[in-house]
């Protein structure tokens, strides 16, 4: 009975052990898996979830993803799934994206060194940096 008990308790000790080191491994693993795609500095949005393709990616705001100096070639035809924020300018906090051209309809912010898959429903057509909350 003993054997049985300790036994019980390794596993239940184990299980807590995985749930804590989960949230430092979820952090560290976008980096990795971002670092060759997103350029400090740059934002980057991807057509996959978990950042996966070719991301259309910029260093400055773009009121307009589909003409001017940056153009995202899927950004009329697929849904954002994911998006990194490889930011670097400290007097910014975020990037803030939106479903219109001329930043209208914000739809999320992104806060420098994070990232994550969207909700993946909607198109993306203009973002800028920001420099107060990002959420």
Excluded: I
């Excluded at 003993?2 to 749930?19: D, P």
């Excluded at 804590?20 to 971002?34: E, L, N, R, S």
Aim: net charge positive.
């Amino acid at each position: 009975m003993r054997s049985m008990r300790t036994g019980v308790m390794a596993v239940a000790a184990a299980a807590v052990a995985v749930v804590v080191a989960a949230p430092g491994t979820a952090t560290a693993a976008p980096k990795a898996a971002v670092k060759d795609s997103c350029p400090s500095g740059f934002v980057c949005f991807y057509r996959y979830k978990d950042w996966k393709g070719t991301p259309c990616k910029w260093d400055v705001q773009d009121p307009d993803w589909t003409s001017g100096t940056y153009k995202c070639s899927w950004a009329t035809k697929n849904n954002v799934m994911s998006v990194w924020n490889a930011g670097t300018d400290p007097s910014l906090t975020g990037v803030a994206y939106y479903l219109k051209k001329n930043y209208g309809d914000r739809v999320g912010c992104t806060r420098q060194g994070h990232g994550g898959n969207l909700q993946g429903s909607y198109k993306v057509l203009s973002h800028r940096w920001v420099d107060g909350s990002c959420g």
